[in-house]
């Protein structure tokens, strides 16, 4: 037996190692499988590409039966696009490995679709063809979230290359629109959890980063967001500057207006009534941030931006975390190529979001939202036509971080790198971490394996390989540390005795 080996940790025990030297071994297939996923274009906000998204379900899919697990494509219909044309969403990926009453159930979240990403944006190596340039495996989905979902595939794969059973039941969940806001997905976790999330124990998700570019994390929460679009229109077509400009009303003027209106130039959001029901900040609360190692420089140098709004690591990680932010995304409509149009665009729409925080509720903040940009609007005595819509909105999530999952990973993060993790919270938004609790009432976790400067969204996407190996060490030692939770097995017994 290959045991003790050097560069293997002292804490880890004769199986732990054996699984390790095995994903050592085989890093590099585990690298090409990643490079045949990232080759896929599954961009599932193009409409023009929704194939490749279902194409990539499809190629996951293959993957989880090579690995033995019994894989069922749900279909989730279509939606409307704004020009009011119907698309077809790909199916939902549910899977299960192993079915023994006697084990625990992890089921795990992830997603298989992609932000866009042009090479014209600016990447300087091809997005859909991962490349290795000093330890980092730079492409789009490289982090977010091809690498995670294989590593726990990788993870479940080692064990069975090595013929050892694997001591927990692997349920999945992996969907393609959660760079769309994951559309149909609430109506199948409610249409199932008395089915396939019935004998669920605990929800892994990975799809978030550490807080730093080194120290391993795990996140106990996530910010909700309420996604609005502002549409202002004078009629049906565009007209000519020349012809227009100085005798009407301008749709852009008005929009220009509007989104100028949602937040000043300290970052506070200025609709009123929005921090009504934030949670307010207790003196324990307080202490969590002192605690927390969050070098301001590093993260600062990962953004590229030379100032925050925000001085002190408490300050930042609050408004990050347990504040709420409005950002401006984009407007429809308005031209934005190179060169001088000399045009009146007849219709644009703003797009912009509020992050929510507990206990924020979506219904108030949407009513909020569009009385203020209404009363706004009249002030302005423009005959055009206003329209507020909300495509998408997701709850903030908080969990119990003293909950048995979270004990689990702070050991199997201590094996893997060889220090504790940093508790930490995400400001970006998982809908399907809050859907998960309120719905199936188990415990949820989200244990990330990228590293903060990952660039996620960004032209420069990447996973480190040590990440992604270590990514892969990591979930399958959570097996294990899972199977050797108290009270589980009990539990399940009885339930299965009384059934
Ligand atoms: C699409 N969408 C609209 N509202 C929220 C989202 C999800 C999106 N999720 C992430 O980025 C996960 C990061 N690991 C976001 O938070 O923007
Ligand atoms: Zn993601
Ligand atoms: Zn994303």
Redesign the pocket.
Known sequence: MLLFEAGVSSSSSGLENQIFQYIDLHQNEFIQTLKEWVAVESDSIQPGLRQEVTRMVELTADRLRALGATVELVKLGSHKLSDGQSLLLPPLILAELGKDPQKPTVCFYGHVDVQPAKKEDGWKTDPYTLTEIDGNLYGRGAT?NKGPVLAWINAAESFRALKLDIPVNLKFIIEGME???SLGLEEIIKKENQRFFSDVDFFVIS??LWLSNRKPALTYGSRG?I?FSVEVRCGERDLHSGSFGGIIHEPMTDLIALLDSLVDTSGRILIPGVYDDVASLTEEEKKLYEAIEFDIEEYKNNSGVKKFLYDTKEEILMHLWRYPSLSIHGIEGAFHEPGIKTVIPAKVIGKF?IRQVPHMDISIGEHQVIKYLEDVFSKRNSPNKLKVSVP?S?MPWVANINDPLYTAARKAIKTVFGQDPEMIRDG????IAQMFQNITRKSVMMLPVGAADDA??SQKEKISRHNYIQGTKLFATLFLEIAKLPGKLQEKSNTTTTN
Do not use: V, Y
């Open positions: 977010d760079e769309a806001g799809d978030n967001n996604c979001s998408t997701a970006a938004t998982i809908p996620e969204h």
